[in-house]
């Protein structure tokens, strides 16, 4: 059976997820000084996973779109050199930055970058993207992505 105190912080995460992210950090703080089973059956266990996993995923999805905006200026770059810009040098250089330290924050998302088909994927949306920005066509492409990871 749950305790009132647990519906109430479960009824909090779908209503107002910010004070549901206050509180149960709150009853964190209670159990690191409590003892350990005091606040346990308040604590919200099922949506802090879910939170915790979103916040994996989360991560994922900022280098997947760091990335992504590499690959397309890179794309812009190598296919129309004569529309160079110092805004695509500010992009890739800036985008590459933040991978550099998504990678140093979280080295495991390095497996990412050794997952060719999540490399394609990734690059498949870039060249897209191009496409759409160069207005040219897929055919002025490569299919596969020509640049390296490093």
Do not use: K
């Given at each position: 059976m749950k305790s009132i105190e647990l519906q109430?912080?479960?009824?909090?995460?779908?209503q107002d997820f910010h004070a549901?992210?206050?509180?149960?950090?709150?009853?964190?703080?209670?159990?690191?000084?409590a003892t350990p089973t005091h606040h346990w059956d308040t604590l919200d266990?099922?949506?802090?996973?879910?939170?915790?996993v979103d916040l994996g995923k989360s991560q994922q999805r900022a280098l997947q779109s760091a990335l992504r905006l590499v690959l397309s200026d890179l794309l812009k770059w190598k296919y129309q050199?004569?529309?160079?810009?110092?805004?695509w040098?500010?992009?890739?250089?800036?985008?590459?930055?933040?991978i550099d330290e998504l990678l140093q924050e979280s080295?495991?998302?390095?497996?990412?970058?050794?997952d060719a088909e999540w490399i394609n994927i990734t690059?498949?949306?870039s060249r897209r993207e191009a496409m759409v920005e160069t207005g040219l066509s897929e055919?002025?492409?490569?299919?596969?992505?020509?640049?390296?990871?490093?």
């Open positions: 109430m912080l479960q009824t909090l995460y779908e549901w992210v206050e509180q149960t950090a709150e009853l964190l703080r209670c159990l690191r000084r266990l099922e949506h802090l996973v879910e939170e915790v050199p004569e529309r160079r810009s110092r805004s040098q500010v992009t890739i250089t800036r985008e590459r930055l933040n080295p495991s998302l390095r497996r990412f970058l050794n690059y498949q949306r055919d002025d492409f490569a299919i596969g992505c020509p640049f390296s990871v490093d």
